[in-house]
């Protein structure tokens, strides 16, 4: 059974940073695209960003960020400890929402094409 573990999430003020993350079991990690979406109370849910599954070269991961996130979170995996990351910097109000990871065979910004999903983790940050 395919199981994603959100954890990390909490309550920060507006500037700080705080990393999530997500461990994955019952597939082989290395295979998936993982993406990390949020959804605010009373909105719809937001794709934040996706990592692929396959390295070019050594190390190089493919990601896709949303604009609202770009050049304050990234995302990366460990694909030894089945897990992948977001790290969050310069948080701003505007991100408080229950961070969810999503498990899919490509990366893509849709929802719809991923396949598991974590249950979430609460990430709030203060003014």
């Known amino acids: 059974q395919v199981q994603l573990v959100e954890s990390g999430g909490g309550l920060v003020q507006a500037g700080a940073s705080l990393r999530v993350s997500c461990a994955a079991s019952g597939r082989t990690f290395s295979n998936d695209a993982m993406g990390w979406f949020r959804q605010a109370p009373g909105k719809e849910r937001e794709f934040v960003a996706a990592?692929?599954?396959?390295?070019?070269?050594?190390?190089?991961?493919?990601?896709y960020y949303s604009d609202s996130v770009k050049g304050r979170f990234t995302i990366s995996r460990n694909n030894a400890k089945s897990t992948v990351y977001l790290q969050m910097n310069s948080l701003k109000p505007e991100d408080t929402a229950l961070y969810y990871c999503?498990?899919?065979?490509?990366?893509?910004?849709?929802?719809?094409?991923?396949?598991?999903w974590g249950q979430g983790t609460q990430v709030t940050v203060s003014s």
């Open positions: 999503a498990a899919g065979r490509y990366i893509s910004d849709s929802g719809g094409e991923y396949d598991y």
């Open positions: 990592i692929d599954w396959r390295a070019n070269g050594n190390t190089y991961y493919r990601t």
